[in-house]
């Protein structure tokens, strides 16, 4: 049985004034092959970043998967997996931040 996963990304950064970018993007994911085709999922993305120096920045960032019945994505933070979801359900990620270049 040959197992398959096709991926669909689309993005954009929109400028927001002078100072602040707005991102946005949407993921799907669709898997076909295994035992069961209902463990696709889809990622909706949003996030401003705002300069406050040349070097400076601080952001934000909300995204959220949703899966299908038999699918169970969920956030990595770091290099740890998050909290495992049913079938089925949600998964909530929020980042919040301050971004300097040295």
Partial sequence: MDLKQTNFLVGAVVDVGTAGKVKVSYDRANASGGTTDNNDAN?????????????TSVYANYA???????????????????????????????EFGVKHTF
């Fill in 64 to 94: 959220q998967i949703k899966n299908k019945s038999e699918g169970a994505a969920v956030f990595q933070v770091g290099t740890a997996y998050g909290n495992s979801v049913a079938g089925g359900k949600k998964s909530t990620g929020y």
């Fill in 43 to 55: 990622l909706f993305g949003l996030g401003y970043e705002h300069s406050l120096s040349k070097r």
